[in-house]
Each structure stands twice: as C-alpha cells, then as structure tokens.
C-alpha cells in the first residue's frame, strides 16, 4: 500500500501513521518528497483495512499494491477451474452453448424450445421460474411449478438445467431443481443471496451487474469462495452506458482481462448484451473469439409471442444458424464445443 | 402506444396487430407512410404488455405514450406525500436531516456522535447494522445487536432512526427496532426485498440504484406502493459515471424531475453521492436549492478512525457548519429546518 | 413523425401544431386519446426540424420515425461502400489490417517498426504526425517532417498510409503527403473540420469519440458524404465508461449494428479501444468475429521506447503472433485477409 | 511517480529503471515486497513522462503524486483568478449571469431578448454565430453576419458578449467582435484550437466535453495558459451518462472539486446541463449554492419558435423568476449579484 500525505501534512502525522502500520506486522517506508510526503508498507495489505486509513483527514490518497480479492485470483490459483454443470463441464478446452427462453412458461414452451435446441447442439437448458422484472406489472415468473417444469423438461432431454434464485430462502428450494444457481445482474451485490448460495453446495452461476467494474465482480465471486464454494462461473451481460441503440454495452474487453486475473470459467451473454436479435450471433462469435468459455443464449420456440425478452431471443432456425457459424470460430481459436 | 413497422413489414402485418391491440378493448390506428407504416393503441397502454410487441419481428421500435408507473405518479395524485418519521415528518414545507454514523460500531461512538448531531439540529439518525460490503474482508455489521444499540440512541436522544434491511427474512427484526426501513442503492432491485417491505407497515427510504435511471427508481417505487404501502421516500445517493475524481456523480438534475413526476418525498445523500468530506457541505446545500425535501448524511464523532465510510464522514464541528450553512439556503428557497 | 402532447394541452395547440405539419407539405394525423393527445406527421420529417416543434411548451414528446441521416443509410444505399486505400481496398469480402506505430517519432523507428509488419502481413501503415494529447507538455507530433517520414516509408514499402489531421488549414497539407486522412476521436464533432476534409477529395477514416452514440457517429459521417465524399470509413476505438481496468470500453455491439444501418466500412482499434497489450489479439480476433471490415492496430519497434502509447502497442513478435491467430478466425467467417 | 513491477519482473529491471529515474535528475527508491517489487521516483515527475514507464512490459501501473497541470492549480496559484468581462469581472465574491439565446437569428430577436435579460438583472449576453450541430441538415450559424449583430446588440445595450468559435482560422475575427471567446463542448480537446485561442489575448470560457473528466478539463485550460493567457474560466454543462430523462447529467460535484483545485472561476450550464426548461431554474440555483460564480443561461423572446435548443430555453418571464429566486440564495452564501 502506497499512502500520499496532504502537503499541509505535518510531520507528527507520517510518524503516526508508520506507527500503526508496524503495529500491523507491515514493514513501513518513508520518502519525503519536495512536494508531498509519501510513505509505504510491505507486506499483506489487505490488513490494513482496519486502519481505514483513507479516512485520515491528512492521507490524500492511497494505492493499494495488490488486488483485494484471494481466492479468485489467479496468483493464488494458477490453472483453470473447471466447473461441473450436471454431466458436462465448463472451462477448460471447451466451449459451451447455453439455450433456452427468458421465462419457462408452459410445459409445452419448455420441450419444444429445448428439444431444438438440443438438435441444434445446446449442451444445457437456461429458463427463468423467478423473473427479476423493473416494472411491478410485469410477468413475474411461476415460481415453483416453474422449477417442477424446467426440472423435468431437463430430465427429459438429458440436459443440465441453471436458472436464477432471487431470495435466500429459495436458495434451498431452487438447490433441489437445478444443476447451477443463477445469480442475475441485479443481484449481483446482493450479498446475503451470495453468502447463502455459496454455502448451498450446488455450482454458480454469477452475472455481472450493470454498474460493476470488472473488479466489483472478482469481489462478488470472493463472497462465494470464501463460504466454501470454488465451482463457480462468472458471466458478462453488458453493462450500461449511454449508448441506447442497444440495451445493454457488452464489454468483451472484460473476457480476455478476467482470464487473466482469475481461474474461474466466464460465459457471454450475447442475448442481454445486446437486446436486439440480429446482434446475437455475430456477438456470439465474437465471444469465442476473445477467449469466453461459453455462452447463455436466449431461444424461444416463438419469440413473437414469448412473455419477456421476445425482442432479443433467437427462433429455432436463428439457433441452429448461430451453432453452423460458432463450429469454425471456436475451432479457429483452438477449442471445441462440448 | 406508437408502434413503428420495419419498412419490409407485408400489410397483413398491420392488420394482425390492429387486431391484437382491439382484443385487447384499446383502440386501434392505422397511419401508413411511404417510407414506414405506423400504428397506434389509444387506450390504458399497459395491457399491452402481455402483447410482448416489441418481440414481433415485424415491429422495428415501440413508443409508450404514458409513464410505466400509476401510483408513484404526480398525474394520479397530485399532492406531495408527507411520509411520518417518529413523531417528525419528511415532505411539504419542512427540510429534514438525518444524520448519523455510517455504521453502528459501539454504543459509545452511537451516543457521542448523534447526541453531537442532535444538539447541531439532526432530525433523525442513521447507522447501519446490516452493511452490504464490496468486499468480503470488510465489516459487514454488527446485526441485531447493532439494531439494539440503534434503538437505544434514537430512544436516549428522542430522535427516529432509519436503517437498512438488507434481507427479506431479516424485514420483521429491522421493522421492529426501526422507525423507517432502508433500502440500499445495491438492492434497489431486489424485487423480493422490495415486496417483503411494501408489506411491513413501516415507512421506507428507498435509494437510488448505481445504474438506475429515474425511471427505474420509481418503477422499484411502485413495487411499494403495490403491495399498499404509500409511506415511501426517494434518495438519490449518486449515480456510476466515468468520472473518477469523486466516488458517485451526484445527479441532483433528478431531483427537481422527481419532484416533476411523483408526489413522493425526496432526499439526497451527499456523502455517497461525492465520497470527499469536502464536497459534502457544498452539495448539501445544492441540494436544499434545487428542491430536495431534506440530506441524509454521514458524521461520525471521529471519522479517522471509522470502522467505514470515514472519507465520507463529517467531524461534528463539519456537520454544525453544515447546520450554520443550511439554515439561510434553506429559507432562501422558502422552506424550513424541521 | 409522432408528436405527444402535454396533458394540460388545450384543443387549439393541437390543430395549430397539425397546420403547421400541413404547411410543411407533410401529411397531418390527429390521435386523441384518454390521457394525452397524439398527433403525426407523415413524410419526408426531416423537414420538421425547422419547426423546432420540441421547443413547443405544449409538447410532451417527440418520436422520429425515420434516421437523422440519409447519405450513410443503407436504405438509400443498399451495397456496401468499397473504400480504395492506396492501391488496396477496404470493405467488402477482405479483412485489412492497417498497423503502425501511435506516432512518427524517427526514420529508423517509422523503416523497422513498419518493414516488420509488412512482412508479418500488414496492408497499410499507420501513424502520427500531428498527436492530440490530453497534456500540453506531452509531445505532439512531428508535424510536415513527420509527414514527409510516414511518405517516405509507405514509397520505400510499397503500402498506403494513413494519419490524423487535426486542423482545417492543415487538410491540404496532410492530403498531399496521405493516401487517407484520419479524423480522431477527440476531433469527431469538430464540424469545421469534418466539412474541410469533405471537400479535399481523399478517402477518410473517421474515428468514433469518447462521448459519441452511434448515431452521432453516422451524423458525423454524413457531414463528409453531404460535401460529396463516399469515402469514408468509420473505427469504433472505444467508448468512455465507468469501467476503469482497461483505457476504453471497446464497443464491439456496434459493429454489426453499424453494418445494418450504413453501407459504409467499419473498423476496429483494439489498441486504443482496451491500452493494454495483452487484450490487443484476442479483441482483434473478436472484432473480425462479428463482421469488421478491418483493425487499425500499433505496433512499435520497441514499445518500451515509445514516445506515446507504447503500454497498448505491439511488439513485432506479438504482430506476428496477432495475424497467424487473425487468419483462421477471419475465414471462419467466409472472409479473407486482404 | 511510485512504479508497482509485475510479479515477474527479474531484479535487474528495478536497477535499470532506477538508473532511468536518476538520469532525470530524480531520487530514485527501492522498496522490494513479498509479492511485488515497488519503486519510487522524488522530485518534479512531469519530466518522466518522457520515460513512458508505462510501455515498460515488466510495470504493472504507475501512481503518480502530482496533478499533471500545473498552471491551472491552486497550489501554484492560491489566489482566486478574476477574469474581466468587458466592464465586469467573473470571478472573487461577485456571482455573474450571462444570458442570450442559443443562436443570433435576427436583429429583433437579438435586442428583445437580450434588453429583457438585461432588465430582469443579466450582466452579460451569450449567443452563438457559429453553431455546432449533430446533424449537418441543422441550422449552422449565421458566421460574420451573426458577430455583427451580436457586437451591436452588445454596444446597444451596453453588455459585454461571448460567443464560440469553432475553428483556428476564425480565431481573430471572432476575438475582433466578442469580448470573451467560448471554447464548446465538442471541442474541449480540439488541441490546435485551445493553442490558438490561447494566444489570442482575449478571455476565454472553456466548457467541459461530455466525457471529459475534471482533469482533462484542467489539462485542456493548462493549454490556454500555457499559451500565455491566465485569462480563462471554465464551465460544467453536463456530461454524458446513461440517464436519459434529461439530455446530460449535470455534474455539480465537480464545482466545489474545481474551486478546490484550481484558482480560475467557474461557470455553470444550466440549460445544457438539462436540456429541460422546467429543470433551469433550480438547477440554478443549486448551482449558486455549491459554489458556481455564475451562470450561462438560455433565454429566447419566444422559445416555441427558436431556430435551436428552444426546449431548454426561458421566456423571458421565466428569466424574470429566475433572477428573483437567484438573488436570496446567491446571498444565503455570502455573494452577490453582480
């Protein structure tokens, strides 16, 4: 940790302030400077927490040396982690097609979409029973009966199923149906949701947020590792900006930047990222080409009459269109879909 | 509801929609242009939800005519709500503050710094015992206890005290300590949340989310007032913007275009909304000149050693000038301190 | 055009605004509905905006029906824009990949950092002669002799180049020493200049600003083409976003959405659009991925040397490694270097 | 400058960036950690930007100590700037209002306005001759024909004016008619022209881009005075974020955050800043209360027909109860109309 002084600092306040750092275990620095004095301390700085020291009224600065996650972070933990999803697996040389409506509406909906899907190559099932919506008016998802659906439509077709959990008391419940929790964008500093489902045992699946920094998320997933559970993927979904021909601005500069500091798997979802359907697949492909492990994709067996997110879901032959195109790309970077 | 086709729509595209929109008892029109063709619903536009329009392939963009949102809105209730708060109140003539430390931390630092506040002229307090922290290493709150020592302050000082929830399952226990519920800016959507408070009889400040348009934070509003409770009170803490040199970017544009739109009480927190104890007093009174209905403000009776938030954190010699300072802009603007 | 009226809007400003549209030669509708009045226009709208009718203090609201810009649109133009570059073109079926460094700093610099990228596969060059800097005291180009250098090179290796103007009185200048001029992102919406390299008569790179949507992109570009230039090509090199880990938000959404909407050829600068070295390949091959047109990319010598950007240039390994990764990833999608 | 080495970095990169840092004339410091090795540079650290440690493929990041600009910055220069504004002065205890339309239309509309400004209490006339426009089909100006009746409206009246020039080679002729030259929002980093009207000699108001942050604006007005000219004031007119209720997010944090850092005056936009009538006054206001010396405001004779920005823009009743309110909150503040 690097703390430059105010240049009003009197001289007592270095001294005070190396003090507490030694009183720390840290070894403290001094560099007086012409313009402003600044001092350091060596060693492991997230210690340094408690001294709060950007609350001194005399510290105008303060740059941490390291990262403020551990777990997630790769110089802890050099290779990939590989996150199991029912049978399959998520990281590593594969690359991974997650398909299915916004919504699970009606059995029927479920095992057309999903069937298609399936004969198109998806390798899981993606559909919401508890539906995060901005307006209270809106669709809100059928709860359980939803997760009775999702569950059995998976079972049927031999597929993983991951859908988002909304409420702590869910979680157990949500554990019971699912192969993978889902943690939405909305959620994402949620932090009772995080604590209880990272101590759920099932694997997670974590959304950026809309106003998270790439550094806001590696903290979020240190909630989950820190209660115990290491199968977790993080997944970008765009974020917002002040860009409105799109929904969100999905920020694939984030895949090949989370690869490097983290050895968590990272999905894309190219369906929130962009809102718009003709977007999909050409951002789909640009996913696997920056280095994603994976896509969350939205199909819908008729999108023109889907309860929500009809405007950015993929029709059947939209799906099997993006598979043809993503075959050659994840190839053409040294992977294979599985 | 305006609804503008894509220029290669066939007729019969119209009139399937036409169709559509008189099922659903709003009437219907047909505008053909040469270069697209346009349709209208004239009617209570929010039916036409479940038409899911904007999923049509045919439908290049939508433009709602009315606000999404009916019970937050001025046009619906033109009288400003005056929300109770103890035995004071917050909305109409009076400019309220609510002042207190971030965190509870010990029973002492609760009773030095709001009795501090109290005698400078606060009007409530504020602390939390529940902390939603980015990182997991940081304090995260003292929970019940933390709502005890809350109790006893605001009852020692007769001053009402607010406090977040951050957990539907912890609604009951914060209700019952509290005068009026928080709900922080990372929960702004949390539906679940939102829900379980709209139906716990208490009054509810509710913050501004980091990405939230204004339009989000009344449709997360009118989660509330759905579930029947009108008590509710609008904050704006600052919003997420790439300017880097102050925590938030505090957007008091949204205050008087709040006051434009809901007959809700609003507040601004100025110490999240600039994270620098030097912008406070400034934006403080900014906020009291362009129409905000009272602050909510961090002071702790020692910010250098804050357990939280102390960069933020007024010393109470800061919060009386504050009080000083107030005073003549408040007037200026033909309110009063109460 | 649809004009929503304020709620209070007495009957004459409706029949007033519908004279208005008619004395326009545009066809007027009339839309009373419960809550609000709606009226349109039908026709040429762009002939409105001398109505300044969003000036009207009775008007709520307006919704264009069709784009701002006509010249650009693909609707007017179906076919995609072939920009000649030198003795190569961009657009169409090839994929072109112009590499430089940020600026001309010396004739070995300019002779070895571009012979290596030739060799690697380069099609043309790129670099600085005038650099807009963000701090007076950071060097700001070579000027006329850096021009005369990028000259002699492009001649000695047989490529086109490519460099900024900044300024109206310079466009001759930079015209007589360029194959194209490039307009920076800091420089998108100096209209003057816009107008000036309109009119000089050579192909134009035209960058997208910090701050700018993609409309405003395609209004900046149909200043050029409304002084009778077709030659432009736009560059997505990043927006500005709360995210602070990478130098820009590289918006890669826009590329397919921009291929929709103009006929004109896009590219991408990963350099600029992440200033970090390691994310250049992988947001390069992303670019290619969801159907650029092209990458304007730095390479150095030796970037550890660079007067200017030198922590986002490549070195000419990584060039090398860059366009052996580029080639498969740019035939997965049925395109060719070029 | 402190300089954090990737945990990679072999031992003698440290010695040869020391000896960098020593070769500048600057002490250069050690400081190897457990996990990183971290370096120090002591002294005047703008000289290292010739270095560009951060090309340097072995530096993780920089911190620098100093603010980049120097000129501009109140440690250099602890006294407020006074900028005079042709028998005025903006700046010190006064609070000034600059008032106009947003474009010079015609003689009329030029002195009805601005003799009903002047009446309800304005010191000063704003209008633009040239007009930057997103869209080229939009009114762009009248040019020399807009000055001159700016200049007679100005003399008539016996008000000082300002106006924005666009570009270099207008420079003199608009220095020959305004008594303060407007540098826009779109070309803040128009760098050729912030060096030419630095060299001027006339005032000069500077507003800030839409995605500029404080520092580049400071670094943007050390271009002025590096040219030279100390006479300049800056002006916040909003930035560009993901709210779209309003046409920019006014950015009032950065007012007491400038007044802090620099000692030249600052200006607030309301009406840019909104893009809203009904927002303009209190936006005003908040503006006098956080510490603005002044305002530039939009006022039109009849805004209904305005050839540009009438939406934002006051009648001059408005204008009227704009001044009215001003008045109590400029002195609740301790300053002055004037």
Known sequence: MIIVLKREAPPETAQQILDLIASKGLKPLHMPGVERVVLGALGDERVLAELALDSHPMVES???????????SREMHPHDTVVRFGKTAIGGRGFSVIAGPCAVETRDQMLNTCSAAKKAGAHGIRAGAYKPRTSPYAFQGHGVEGLEILRETGDKLDMPVVTEV???SDVETV???????????????????????????KPVLL??????????????????????????ILCERGIRTFETAMRNTLDLNAIP????????????????????????????????????????????ENPAVAWSDGAQSLYPEGFERLMEALDPVVKAVGRELR
């Open 62 to 72: 303060l740059k941490p040396i390291l990262a403020p996650y551990k777990l997630v």
């Open 166 to 168: 909304m409420e702590t």
């Open 175 to 201: 554990a019971a149906y699912a192969d993978m929790l889902q943690i939405g964008a909305r959620n994402m500093q949620n932090f009772s949701l995080l604590k209880a489902v990272g101590k759920c045992g």
């Open 207 to 232: 959304k950026r947020g809309m106003a998270a920094r790439v550094e806001d998320l590696l903290l979020a997933a240190e909630y989950l590792l820190a209660e115990g559970n290491e199968q977790v």
């Open 257 to 300: 930047y989370i690869k490097q500091k983290t050895h968590l798997p990272v999905l894309v979802d190219p369906s929130h990222g962009t809102g718009i359907r003709d977007l999909v697949i050409p951002m789909a492909l640009a996913a696997a080409a920056c280095g994603a492990d994976g896509i969350l994709v939205e199909v819908h």
